[in-house]
T-cell receptor
Framework: EAGVTQSPTHLIKTRGQQVTLRCSPI?????VYWYQQALGLGLQFLLW???????NRGNFPPRFSGRQFPNYSSELNVNALELEDSALYLC???????????FGDGTRLSIL | LAKTTQPISMDSYEGQEVNITCSHN???????ITWYQQFPSQGPRFIIQ???TKVTNEVASLFIPADRKSSTLSLPRVSLSDTAVYYC????????????????FGKGTKLSVKP
């Protein structure tokens, strides 16, 4: 069974640009979660999608947004990139809400 | 989502049993307790989940006392490859209200296993 896959693995952008990160959940999983992990810090919750709908979001500005497609894959969009957006962005999926989350290995985003 | 408190770091030697305790005084009735392991530059890996008493799988055991205000992850006979950060998660983002900040997984416990 394939795990959660994320693309790209690494990305370099400059301030003010926009970026789209992609996530494919484990087959059969309907919930997708996004987290930000800045260097040396814990996982900060960004967004939770289930059945195509945004169910919850963390305390992040509106320039962080996303969506979930009918096949349950998901995109995270970040507009007007700032230096502090440099981080590892992790996607996770679960079979249903409250089930254990299974993570991909993330996208490393560097802002110059 | 209950706030959790774990030791920041722990040291151990190969072959020893390691117990990591997580405090969660505000656990809700329907909250499960889940532990994850994270290596550098990788996503967390699910280890074990439980609700009460004891749960065991092929890699770890989870002990939860009757009041459920704490839990202990037990790793038998650790090896160098168990060096990682371990996170305790109580509840999940389905009941996240935002008032406790974004650190759903807390700060974790950095376990260092020495030869």
């Amino acid at each position: 069974e394939a795990g959660v896959t994320q693309s790209p693995t690494h990305l370099i952008k400059t301030r003010g640009q926009q970026v789209t990160l992609r996530c494919s959940p484990i087959s059969g999983h309907t919930s997708v979660y996004w987290y930000q992990q800045a260097l040396g810090l814990g996982l900060q919750f960004l967004l939770w999608y289930d059945e195509g709908e945004e169910r919850n979001r963390g305390n992040f500005p509106p320039r962080f947004s996303g969506r979930q497609f009918p096949n349950y894959s998901s995109e995270l969009n970040v507009n007007a990139l700032e230096l502090e957006d440099s981080a590892l962005y992790l996607c996770a999926s679960s079979l249903a809400e409250s089930q254990p989350q299974h993570f991909g290995d993330g996208t490393r985003l560097s802002i110059l | 989502l209950a706030k959790t408190t774990q030791p920041i770091s722990m040291d151990s030697y190969e072959g020893q049993e390691v117990n990591i305790t997580c405090s969660h005084n505000n656990i809700a009735t329907n909250d499960y307790i889940t532990w994850y392991q994270q290596f550098p530059s990788q996503g967390p890996r699910f280890i074990i989940q439980g609700y009460k008493t004891k749960v065991t799988n092929e890699v770890a055991s989870l002990f939860i006392p009757a009041d459920r205000k704490s839990s202990t992850l037990s790793l038998p006979r650790v090896s160098l490859s168990d060096t990682a950060v371990y996170y305790c998660l109580v509840g999940d983002v389905t009941n996240y209200g935002g008032s406790q900040g974004n650190l759903i997984f807390g700060k974790g416990t950095k376990l260092s296993v020495k030869p």
